[in-house]
């Protein structure tokens, strides 16, 4: 749904993202406010975004708790062990390819088991080169060095070195609310 203070109800996206100048996300428990400001007028375009609707409302999950990354739809779900979505948000997993590392980067598909739960104040040990640092609230690692984690970067796109960036609001409550070490997660192909 999208609403312009100005009145017109209907906006082109590509026309949308030649105007924006700014953007802020303002979290709901499965739905994110998007608000846009033109460069050139006081107009403010609205949209709200339901994440659910962007997966299925069930899944087998062969009764277990079940974290799903689709990136080809920039978003994750949870689902209970009874395979019904409780909560879903965007997600931004690996790039097709990193040009500060030279190759691709990827979120590898497949079925894992989340074996390490961070804090708030969890950082990348490899990025960004050389040294490592970047934050990763309340990361969750499922594959080696790839994981589900929190980022004030999470876009409709697949950026990452390889991890599943959520926001962290989102992050926070999967880490404190749902995951636990051997919760399962599933990352569909690209």
């Not at 375009?45 to 920039?74: A, F, M």
């Not at 079925?111 to 961070?118: D, V």
Request: with cysteine; glycine share 8%.
């Amino acid at each position: 749904m999208r609403i312009i203070s100005s009145g017109i109800t209907l906006v082109s996206a590509s026309l949308v993202s030649l105007l924006l100048s700014s953007c802020s996300y303002y979290s709901r428990t499965n739905n994110v406010t998007i608000n846009y400001q033109s460069n050139n007028s006081n107009s403010t375009i609205r949209e709200v975004v339901d994440y659910r609707e962007r997966l299925p409302s069930s899944i087998s999950t062969y009764g277990q708790r079940t974290i799903l990354v689709d990136p080809n739809v920039h978003a994750w779900g949870a689902y209970n062990s009874n395979g019904q979505l409780v909560r879903a948000g965007l997600a931004t997993a690996g790039n097709s390819w990193c040009p500060d590392i030279k190759r691709p980067c990827r979120t590898k598909s497949g079925s894992f088991r989340i074996n390490s739960l961070g804090s708030a104040s969890c950082k990348s040990s490899i990025y960004p080169l050389p040294r490592g640092g970047a934050p990763m609230p309340y990361c969750m690692f499922f594959n080696g060095n790839q994981g589900l984690h929190g980022s004030y970067n999470v876009v409709e796109g697949n950026q990452s070195h390889g991890c599943v960036r959520m926001r962290v609001d989102d992050a926070e409550w999967v880490r404190f609310n749902f995951a636990n070490i051997g919760t399962r997660v599933v990352v569909r192909p690209y």
